[in-house]
């Protein structure tokens, strides 16, 4: 190994306390999402800690996207460090927000409480060690090289956990990932430091209503139950759509192997009559159901055409309303992402694998998640495609009573980073 590789993991491995420490802080800071509690809090936080380390700090409020408001401002941090010569800029983002807390937890969620080499709370592990470490190995590559060649940003980021509109995206409009601003991009999501996500599979959410004709429920024959048509739909989906997802395999290296091909998820259902209130004790009332709708997750490949994807559905629909007399339906589009997957050759994801060469002496894997990040909009709206996730974390711990991480693998992934920096600047 070279002086430089050693310095830097050696400036790392010295900080391996302020590593758990500013863990701590982060989780501390009780980032939940919905609603979008103490966000400024934590960025006037982490802005004020960085900016005495000499980061150039800059705090966004992304007004007017979808959730901000007064009561629950959506704030961002992006902080930078200019190096001493010009060269490329690398930017490690993670968002800073978390899950509910749930049911099942053994540990104060927001304690941070350190046993047996791990720090538990709520978005230890998704993703507030990612940040930490990222920041860390930002700090100590810098001391290992003050004349380095570029910059070095860290954003802290809003709104990941429900779709990044006030936080990535809202930074990616503005010219915050443009390819004149920033080359490479890191994201510190919980993927095993042994790890290189490359990208993500395309999503559609669509919401399907079948229509009827409410009547009394003891001469339904005088009504059209809408609930009706829509069981007719999903025996359709179990017969023709179901089948057809199974067969369509993609080459994305997908984790885990379920998600290799395409997926559809029925979020939700709701026919009829509204769900009573809480506490409601009576009886519901006889009546034909005159509408039913249920929300459609479907998760596509890289090899499928989203307009295909959109297709299947309404041809479906389309065979059910030829054999159905009195079948009438809408579908309302939500939400789309296409799917991305950097290439294996670009700059930012070579100089990762070899870092973990270094710091682990083993090749890493590379995946695609099965499930969307912030890399869709630094990719879609920044149009910055050497973009990767690479953190420490188990991925199965997300969003998980007893969410943890550990403190070995955030020392590691630290030592990851900073030597992608070296290579880098
Ligand atoms: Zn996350």
């Known amino acids: 190994m070279t002086d430089l590789t050693n310095n830097v993991l050696a400036e790392v491995a010295a900080r391996r306390d302020e590593l758990v420490a500013l863990t701590q802080d982060l989780v501390r800071i009780p980032t939940l999402n919905p609603p979008g509690r103490d966000y400024l809090r934590l960025v006037e936080w982490l ?6 380390r000499g980061w150039q700090v800059e705090r966004i409020r992304a007004e007017g996207a979808p959730g901000d408001s007064d009561a629950w ?3 961002n941090l992006v902080a930078r460090y200019e190096g001493g010569r010009p060269g490329d800029c690398v930017h490690f983002n993670g968002h800073h927000d978390v899950v509910e807390v749930g049911e099942g937890w053994t540990r104060d969620p927001f304690g941070a409480e350190v046993v047996g080499g791990r720090i538990y709370g709520r978005g230890t592990c998704d993703m507030k060690g990612g940040l930490a470490s990222a920041i860390i190995a930002a700090e100590a590559f810098i001391a290992a090289k003050p004349d380095f060649a570029g910059a070095i940003e860290v954003s802290a980021t809003a709104d990941e956990e429900s779709g990044g509109y006030g936080g990535v995206a809202y930074l990616a409009e503005r010219g915050y990932f443009s390819p004149d ?4 991009v890191i994201i510190p999501e919980p993927l095993n430091k042994d790890r290189i996500c490359l990208g993500h599979r395309g999503v559609w959410w669509a919401e399907i209503e079948t229509k009827g004709r409410i009547a009394h429920g003891s001469m339904p024959f005088l009504g059209d139950s809408a609930i009706r048509h829509m069981g007719a739909v999903l025996e359709e989906m179990e017969r023709s759509l179901y089948p057809l997802l199974a067969q369509k395999r993609t080459d994305m290296p997908v984790v885990p192997e379920g998600a ?3 997926t559809l998820n029925i979020n939700s259902i709701h026919g009829g009559e509204a769900e009573p209130a809480p506490g409601f004790t009576g009886f519901p009332a006889p009546c034909v159901a005159d509408r039913c709708r249920i929300v459609i997750d479907r998760r596509f490949l890289i090899e499928e ?4 994807v959109k297709d299947e559905v309404c041809t479906l629909m389309e065979r059910v309303k030829a054999e159905r007399p009195g079948f009438d339906y809408e579908i309302r589009e939500l939400h789309e992402v296409i799917p991305t997957m950097t290439d294996r050759d670009a700059p930012v994801v070579r100089s ?3 870092a973990i060469e270094k710091v682990l002496g083993a090749q890493p894997d590379y995946v695609v998640s099965p499930g969307t990040y912030d890399q869709k909009h630094i990719d879609r709206i920044g149009r910055l495609h050497n973009c990767i996730a690479y953190g420490p974390g188990v991925l199965d711990l997300a969003h998980q ?5 550990g403190i070995d693998d955030m020392v590691d992934s ?12």
């Not at 601003?181 to 490479?184: E, I």
């Not at 630290?414 to 600047?425: H, Q």
């Open 181 to 184: 601003r920033v080359q490479h």
């Open 260 to 262: 290799k091909q395409s």
């Open 414 to 425: 630290a030592g990851v980073m900073a030597l992608v920096l070296a290579e880098l600047l």
């Open 305 to 308: 055409d989203i307009g295909d």
């Open 352 to 354: 990762t694998a070899d």
């Open 47 to 52: 802005g004020a800690r960085m900016q005495a």
């Open 73 to 75: 401002p959506r704030w």
């Open 401 to 405: 009573p007893d969410e943890w991480i």
